[in-house]
């Protein structure tokens, strides 16, 4: 089982951001062998990914800091798992549990998580179309250590990005 995170986007997405990440989301659920993770965040591009994995196969876990965010999850239909951690504990638990991450815009926040799945070496996939703090090292490394290339990808890669992950 490939455990695929997806981070990114939580302030004001656009509209067509969500479409990708909807897409993004659909085109995840359709793969066998795939459990999915997120972070909550209500409007987050993760979040919207999440719900149509949800809706495709029901592989998704997303990760709460609290009671409430875990019941606000599980109301949108996803499995919640209450970690009881402040968020930068549970942005590194989150990181641990998984074997790729795919990154769908973002800030600070999604930059964070960013060096952490570097630091763990865990491969890093960026979606093209979402603009976000991870553009600058598309196709790059985050430092002179060259430890893993940040991959750009189409929503048409998945199956292409799964078979890596397979093969890793």
Avoid at 55 to 72: H, I, L, M, P
């Amino acid at each position: 089982m490939i455990r695929l995170g997806i981070a990114g986007s939580s302030f004001n997405p656009r509209k067509k951001d969500i479409l990708l990440a909807r897409s993004l989301g659909s085109e995840i659920g359709k793969h066998k062998g795939v459990h999915a993770f997120v972070c909550f965040d209500h409007e987050s591009l993760p979040m919207h990914a999440a719900t149509e994995i949800a809706r495709e196969s029901g592989r998704v876990t997303c990760f709460a800091s609290d009671r409430k965010e875990k019941e606000a999850a599980e109301k949108m239909g996803l499995r919640a798992v209450n970690l009881n951690l402040p968020r930068l504990s549970r942005e590194i638990a989150f990181i641990k549990s998984i074997d790729a991450l795919v990154v769908c815009g973002g800030g600070s926040g999604t930059l964070m998580e960013v060096t952490f799945a570097y630091q763990m070496g865990k491969r890093i996939y960026l979606l093209n179309g979402v603009k976000g703090s991870v553009d600058p090292f598309r196709g790059r490394f985050l430092d002179e250590r060259r430890r893993l290339r940040i991959i750009p990808i189409d929503i048409k890669d998945i199956g292409r990005v799964l078979r890596l992950q397979r093969g890793y």
